[in-house]
């Protein structure tokens, strides 16, 4: 290349040159040194110019050497981390068996105006109880068969003390809720739910999906309230059921071996009190039965669902309750003309030691609903995003010898309770609004001391109640809500034990007795709920 470069700068040179045929030798002399410097000086140049592209190429393949070293350098460095990163997420997972603990949050804060009628006319209300509440949610799912949740829960009113002890008429104690988390009190985030659950696809080799589940068991918030909660349904039907215990359940899917479309049976057992003593007893008897206690109080039953294609379903419940507690009406009798007397706390705290727990019985419970999810096929799209729920429910008490709701007699009590939940007309893609109506008869009477309310249990009421919601969605995980609801009372011992002190009377006789019960209950709410 560089001998064509140096023929073809000779022949370019020889082109500009003059030929004439007068040009004179010496001349010519002249020309061919010159055109020699002339080729020298270019062989020169192009020597420099190989030199300096040798020497590029060369610092090229060296920076390319580099970059790869660092590069490999950086790989073994990153594959470092990544190891060690993966060798802790492994020693992790054998800590925790295989798996992590996965957990959930739902957060509430909310504000009640609640009002109180009794039958004398008087009132009392509260005007803003405020309240948070914090639900801790966990799951752990080591393999496909086996499954751990539980819920932590924390409910506690705005100022409040975690015992309750009214720390603003007593001064002189040092709970105020300033100290909270700087003072040894007891308890405030409890254990609502924990229970391991096994699964599997078959019973004894019958195509029989199953489930058993032993601990603390999800039984509050149930099918009905779950909708105004606007949250999944958990264990019983809420209608005589609405109460946390320990226990145990079993789950069978019957719908694949009988035919029946969404059939399913599940057996439900749990304890709601024991007998045993307390840890150090004097007598050194430490969690013996106590034969001056109660016996034990159990429940046992089962939910049975004939029948669900997903749109309509029906669902039952029965339970049966063991040693049911109360009042006698002999002990209300003395501790009503021992607080008629008490002018001093003390007095007070001596009239109240005579209210003593017995075994007043034994109870059975049984519900019926009937539930769409989506009114007609097609109608419209209002009606497909629509849910309904009816409900019929009984009560019926088996005494002892000391009576239940103040008699000695069994008797049945009934509710009727109806709802629907649809979206709201105004933001039907972000809201939904509900309207639920129950009413409870003389005797009625049912397990619901877990309902999630401030004014009492509407679900027991004996009489009529109504309450009307909205609940909007604001982000993906956050959400405001607004309820009404009034209970008219036609009867007293909507909320209490299931002694004397659940006797049934209207408000004329109660105050013909001496007594001033609540008639009406009124509660305004409006919260907001974040969960993720």
């Not at 819920?151 to 100022?159: D, M, P, Q, R």
């Not at 308890?187 to 699964?199: C, H, P, T």
Request: aromatic content about 10%; overall charge neutral; charged content about 20%.
């Amino acid at each position: 290349m560089k001998k064509m470069i140096v023929a073809l700068s000779a022949v370019t040179a020889l082109s500009t040159s003059s030929f004439a045929a007068t040009i004179s030798q010496e001349d010519m002399m002249k020309q061919i040194e010159a055109l020699k410097a002339q080729i020298s000086a270019l062989e020169n140049k192009l020597g420099a110019t190989e030199s300096t592209s040798k020497a590029n190429k060369e610092s090229l393949e060296k920076m390319m050497q580099s970059d790869v070293a660092i590069s490999d350098a950086r790989f073994k460095k990153l594959e470092k981390k990544v190891n060690i990163i993966g060798n802790t997420a492994r020693k992790a997972k054998i800590q925790s068996g295989g798996d992590n603990l996965k957990w959930d949050v739902d957060f509430r804060t909310q504000v009640d105006h609640i009002q109180y009628k009794k039958a004398s006319g008087a009132k009392a209300k509260n005007s803003n109880l405020m309240t948070n509440r914090l639900l801790l949610g966990m799951a752990y799912q080591p393999d496909d068969n086996t499954l751990f949740r539980g819920t932590l829960a924390y409910n506690k009113a705005f100022g409040d003390t975690a015992n309750h002890s009214q720390s603003n008429t007593n001064p002189g104690y040092a709970d105020f809720d300033w100290v909270t988390n700087e003072n040894a009190l007891d308890n405030e985030i409890k254990v609502k739910e924990a229970y391991w659950l096994y699964k599997d696809k078959t019973l004894l080799g019958a195509n029989v999906p199953w489930t058993v589940s032993v601990g603390r068991r999800p039984s509050t918030d149930g099918l009905g309230i779950n909708m105004r909660a606007n949250q999944p349904r958990k264990s019983p039907l809420s209608h005589t059921v609405n109460v946390e215990f320990d226990g145990a359940s079993a789950k069978f899917e019957l719908d694949k071996i009988t035919g029946v479309e969404g059939m399913w049976f599940k057996f439900c057992a749990g304890r709601g009190l024991t007998n045993a003593k307390q840890r150090f007893s004097m007598d050194g008897l430490d969690y013996a039965e106590d034969e001056n206690l109660n016996e034990n109080v159990d429940m046992f039953g089962f939910i049975f669902v004939p029948w669900d294609n997903g749109q309509y379903s029906v669902h039952t419940n029965y339970a049966h309750a063991w040693n049911l507690i109360g009042y006698t009406n002999a002990q209300l009798g003395a501790y009503q003309v021992a607080m008629a007397g008490a002018g001093t706390p003390s007095a007070m705290m001596n009239a109240q030691s005579l209210l003593q727990f017995n075994d007043v019985g034994d109870m059975d419970l049984a519900t019926i609903m009937f539930k769409a999810d989506g009114i007609g096929d097609g109608i419209s799209d209002y009606l497909d995003d629509t849910k309904f729920f009816a409900s019929y429910a009984m009560s019926k008490t088996n005494p002892t010898a000391l009576g239940m709701l103040g008699s000695t007699e069994s008797n049945t009590g009934s509710s009727f309770w109806i709802g629907l939940n649809a979206p709201c007309p105004i933001s039907p893609d972000t809201a939904r609004i509900g309207i639920e109506w129950n009413k409870g008869s003389k005797y009625w009477r049912s397990m619901t001391y877990g309902e999630d309310t401030y004014a009492g249990s509407k679900i027991a009421a004996r009489g009529s109640a109504w309450e009307v919601y909205r609940n909007q969605k604001i982000t993906d995980s956050l959400e405001f809500g607004l309820s009404y609801v009034r209970i008219d009372y036609d009867y007293t011992g909507s909320n209490s034990f299931f002694g004397a002190e659940g006797a049934p009377m209207t408000m004329a006789q109660a105050r013909l007795m001496g007594s001033d019960p609540v008639e009406s209950a009124q509660d305004v709410k409006a919260y907001v709920r974040y969960r993720f």
